[in-house]
Structures are given as structure tokens and as C-alpha cells.
């Protein structure tokens, strides 16, 4: 596994021990998951952002959120996402992602 590193300010270092204290992990897999979960969100942020700006189709979003039609389906829902999609539209997206 390769190693990268970073600077921290100490007030985010502080943190850090706080919740391996709380995980009882060690600091390496609580940056592990903290990164995993956090590049995971910045992806999803993204294709929302691109989805409601009109950039990007359900597919295209839920490719760039790195998760299925279907999990895309319930984070619009989780995030009250608006379609702003004709019903011809939907009807492509529908057979678009019958072709996954």
C-alpha cells in the first residue's frame, strides 16, 4: 500500500487523536476512513451539483458519484433533488440505464 503525507493544522490533529480515541483505531485507519468517506461525499457534492445545473443526466451523475441508478435514485431522494427532466427525457434515462 503506498503512503502519502500531509500537514495538518494542530486543532485538526487534535481531532484526529479524538476520534481514534473514540474508534479505539489507530491514527493511520481513522485517516483511511476519514479519507474513504470524504472522497466518497466530494464525489456525490459534485454530480449533484453538475445533475441540478443541467451539465450531467441521472446517469452521468450517478457514474460521477461512483454509484448505481439506483443508490443515485435515493440520494436525490435524501437530498430533495429536483428533475427538471421531460417525461421523453425520463423515458431515455429509464432505457439508458436498463443498458447497465
Known sequence: ????????????????????????????????????EGLRE??????????????????????LAGVSLGEWFEIARDRNLTSQLSPEEVEREADAALDL
Open 1 to 36: 500500500m503506498p503512503s502519502i503525507s500531509a500537514r495538518i493544522p494542530d486543532d485538526e490533529r487534535d481531532e484526529l487523536e479524538d476520534v481514534a480515541e473514540l474508534l479505539g483505531e489507530d491514527r493511520s485507519t481513522v485517516i483511511r476512513k476519514a479519507l474513504g
Open 42 to 63: 466530494l464525489r456525490i457534492r459534485v454530480a449533484i451539483e453538475r445533475y441540478q445545473s443541467g451539465d450531467v443526466s441521472l446517469n452521468q451523475a450517478a457514474r
